[in-house]
């Protein structure tokens, strides 16, 4: 069982940055592939970025490769995702999310696990 509690969202004016943080518990953090989703409002949830388990190798939506970074330091049990040159359309509910152990990294929805409660990311114009 893997519990995963997000933070870091927030109001900023497009072109800004934010780092949001996904905490994990357990002990066993980097046996898990991670991501990172987003939930517009009257939209589906949609892929932003992944990172497998230990060396760290990424995926992106098209739409925020290069300019959001994906990250994770195992030693912390934290993921990250850095937002850069943000856009009003990058408006939504980001939600951290694991795959359960030993998995490789995915970009679809329906082959995580685990799931935090998201945070709001909010971006004005």
């Known amino acids: 069982q893997v519990e995963l509690v997000e933070s870091g969202g927030g109001l900023v004016q497009a072109g800004g940055s934010l780092k949001l943080s996904c905490a994990a518990s357990?002990?066993?953090?980097?046996?898990?592939?991670m991501g990172w989703f987003r939930q517009a409002p009257g939209k589906e949830r949609e892929f932003v970025a992944a990172?497998?388990?230990?060396?760290?190798?990424?995926g992106y939506a098209d739409s925020v490769k290069g300019r959001f970074t994906i990250s994770r330091d195992n030693a912390k049990n934290t993921m990250y995702l850095q937002l850069n040159t943000l856009k009003p359309e990058d408006t939504a509910v980001y939600y951290c999310a694991a795959r359960s152990s030993g998995l490789a990294m995915s970009r679809r929805n329906d082959d995580y696990d685990y799931w935090g409660q998201g945070t709001q990311v909010t971006v004005s114009s």
């Open positions: 357990g002990r066993t953090f980097s046996n898990h592939a």
């Open positions: 990172i497998s388990r230990v060396i760290s190798i990424t």
